[in-house]
């Protein structure tokens, strides 16, 4: 605690009058002679010390009401951040944040959280001393909106007026540390004001750069209102990986009520290329959340554009939730073994798949070595027993893959090991030894997974019954993040699946025939490949989701390589784009929006994408604005609740809060307790009569 009039506190001096006079009245005191000095005896031990003891409070009462009067009078605060600023004439420096990231979108009492802190933020800057030198910074993206003077409030007020609404998420804690950083470091006193609701704590490095190089700077975060009536969508995942046109689609929706209040009749509805095809109603308790299965038929091949919707509530950005899938219209696939009868088996099993619309374009060929490939329009390579493989076609299989192409090898069971070069540029499971287990002796095959896309609701009564009996294989060792999905009893790998680059690889230990198993025999053969093309074929990288705000990677195709690109955002906005053409690729980088982008080649559409709100911009994600400041350091950091009035707060705490009202209040107080205890008794006086 502080006085802003120490010199008054020389009234204390004051406080010594009652006991002045008390000892004055006291010296006064004359002694009578009575007859009846009897009856004075006996009072001596009660009434009389009683008087004494009540004259001595009431002294200790007028004393104490002296002293809190004159601490009144001298200007009681309490010890603020910039006692310094009492003087007037020191510079300043004040750094104001504004977040107006996807969650400041949430509705308040009194609008949008972003509109309010305008107005807070506002109020504030107003509220400076004269001489404060004011930066004002919107978070996304981080930008400069306002350098200058406090006292110019029409240029402050039309910069805080042009921060908008954004989709996107926020890095409020590089942004606070980039800013200070960027602020001139000549002012004593130097302020950051942050009006955010504060979804992260600042991690380790952020607060060593508060406590050490930033350690001249107070730290002020402003909170904002919690959420009261949101429901959110949280995901929408297809069920199966294996999609067909004419194949019943599954997708699982998760939707969650994040607030306080129960919600009734809430629709939720699913569209597919903007027809609604399913429907949902419900009810929401607070905080709870619910799963649903939607069921639909696409309809048609290439990319199907969907969306979950619900009703509006305070929070808009997560009442829909857009999609892309990736159906493909033909798979062009390339069988490649070093015989005609070696790849047999494979090539009608591949007829069969392909029926009379041509579903699978075949191209067969017979390369005991391996030069060259040439694989631009294929989605499928099945290198069946490759032995000899020269590095040109070693680099045009690598390149086929990190465009996004799918492999399947099929190993050779002979004791010649493939190229360590080749096994290291495909990551192909290290070689251990070729195992054969006699003529009248097998290995049984096992799933290793109880659940995987090659299986999901497949049609088969009993799937152990339809594995094959393998008599020769070659026996590998897994590299890492390789997934093995069927396996021999002795634990060997069967089947791996792994990702490569940008591409997808299975990978088998034994090859295609009767001398090596009997797969060929068996039911799940053909439905086996059957969705391994389709999952190989099935390019989902141009139609994979990101955050909004991140940037995009589009895959070009060489006969597109020229065309004129167009990006259409879900607002409709047209963007041109420029190709990286070394790389093949189209970067995107304008997705502040939420929803679904189109892009279009030479005027015809290619692909489509969906960006998503940040896991933790939604509004329920919020932590204690007291967490933090305890965690950079009260002495540096203080927050600040929401509905406490923030230029109030934030005067007391920079300047000390003033304590005169509770020293008035305590002083009538007493003087009220002396009132009623020095008042005469009229029932001890003696009467006239």
Known sequence: MTFLSPLLLWGLLAATIPIIIHLISLSKTKEMEFSSIRFLEEMKHESIRKLKIKQWLLVLLRTLMIILLVLMIARPTTKGFISSWLSGDVDSRAVVIIDNSASMSLMGDNGSLLENIKLQSKSLIRKLDEKSFVEIYQSNPMKLIYSGKQDRAQRISNAINSISQTATMDQLWSVI??????????????????????????????????????????????????????????EVLPVSQVKLPDHLMKLNTRVKNEGKIEKRNISIELYLNDERVGQVVTAFN????????????????????????????????????????????QISCMLIGESVEDVFLLEEALKSISGENEYVYLHRKIMPAIDKLFLHHTDVLILHRPDKISMKALDDIQRFIARGGGLIWISNTDDIQISSSIESALKLPYYVQSIHAGTEAFYEVERTQTQHALFDELTVRKLSAELPEVYSYTRVRPRLNQNVILAMHNGDPFLIEY???????????????????????????????HRMLILLATDE????????????????????????????SPSGRHILLIPDYNKE????????????????????????????????????????????????????????????????????LRYGKALWRNFLILAIIIFLIETIMGRPHSHAMKSED
């Open 286 to 329: 607070p905080t709870k959340a619910k799963e649903f299965i939607f069921q639909a038929y696409p309809g048609k091949s290439g990319i199907i554009r969907g969306k979950i919707t619900i009703p509006d509530d305070d929070f808009d950005y997560d009442n829909y939730q857009s999609f892309e899938l990736s159906i493909p219209k």
């Open 177 to 234: 540390i980039t800013a200070i950083k960027s602020a001139e470091q000549h002012e004593i006193n130097k302020e950051c004001f942050i009006f955010s609701d504060l979804q992260s704590l600042p991690d380790t490095s952020t607060v060593n750069q508060f406590q050490n190089e930033l350690n001249e700077w107070k730290l002020y975060f402003i909170g904002q209102e919690t959420v009261q009536d949101n429901i959110g969508i949280y």
């Open 585 to 652: 690729v189209l970067i995107v980088e304008n997705t502040d929006e939420l929803g679904s982008y189109e892009i279009y080649a030479n005027g015809e559409f290619y692909t489509a994408f969906s960006t998503r709100l940040a896991h933790h911009e939604r509004p329920i994600n919020r932590v204690p604005g007291q967490l933090i400041a305890n965690t950079i350091g009260s002495t540096q950091a203080q927050y600040i609740s929401p509905g406490q009035s923030t230029s109030t707060v934030l005067q007391d």
């Open 541 to 568: 990288s141009n139609t994979m989701p990101v955050y909004a705000g991140e940037s995009k990677k589009i895959i070009m195709t060489k006969e597109f390589l020229n065309a004129k690109w167009e990006l259409y």
């Open 499 to 529: 990702r490569l680059m940008g591409g997808h690889v299975y990978y088998f230990s034994s090859p295609f025939g009767l001398d090596w198993n009997d797969l060929a025999l068996r039911g799940l053969f053909v439905p086996l490949l």
